[in-house]
């Protein structure tokens, strides 16, 4: 009997030097050990930027740990380079999906908190007012562009160079359309 004629990938060899776009290869081909190493250099800040969303620790760390799972599942879909966007774009997806799954009620509600409903932090009331008030209408209105460098930067509290590294842009292009995007949001709530 012949062998079976398709072979899986070989993991390649990958250390803590490796690149983001070589450990998405090595997980695409089944390796812990970069699935381990992405998770470890990619963890902290999408906790964080998800602790931004939500003030509860539960479903900021269940969308952590789905994020991780969707991207051991379909690393093998991923093409471009830009991986901490990838990741990032899984990462809210997955906070979205867990908020729901909760039926999670949005911070300043008007509900009382109680045991299942998380005390909201000031940030969170002000995140909210942003995304549903007269800003958040006027940031909808503005190309996904324009819109995805002011998340980063006033939003997210990214530096230009992280905003840069995590939309895939160089650091001119982030400040031209932070400018850009100002202006706009200026003459659109004169």
């Known amino acids: 009997m012949r062998p079976f004629p398709f072979r899986r990938r070989a993991a390649p060899d990958v250390t803590a030097a490796s690149g983001d776009a070589d450990l998405v290869t090595a997980v695409a081909a089944r390796s812990t050990t970069a699935l381990r190493i992405l998770h470890q250099r990619h963890a902290p800040w999408l906790r964080a930027r998800l602790a931004r969303r939500c003030a509860d620790a539960d479903v900021v760390d269940d969308a952590l740990q789905e994020t991780f799972l969707a991207v051991w599942r379909s690393a093998g879909r991923f093409r471009g380079d830009n991986v901490a966007g990838w990741l990032w774009t899984i990462a809210v997806r997955r906070l979205i999906s867990a908020l729901r799954g909760r ?44 819109r995805a460098v002011i998340e980063a930067t006033v939003l997210d509290g990214l530096t230009t160079k992280e905003a840069a590294g995590l939309l895939g842009i160089p ?7 932070a400018m850009r995007a100002r202006a706009r949001l200026r003459e659109e709530l004169s």
């Open 171 to 177: 650091e001119g292009t982030v400040k031209t359309r």
């Open 103 to 146: 039926g999670a009620r949005w911070v300043g509600s008007g509900i009382a908190p109680d045991d299942s409903c998380p005390v909201a932090s000031a940030e969170d009331v002000v995140l909210l007012g942003v995304e549903h008030g007269d800003l958040g209408a006027a940031l909808n209105r503005l190309s996904p562009e324009l």
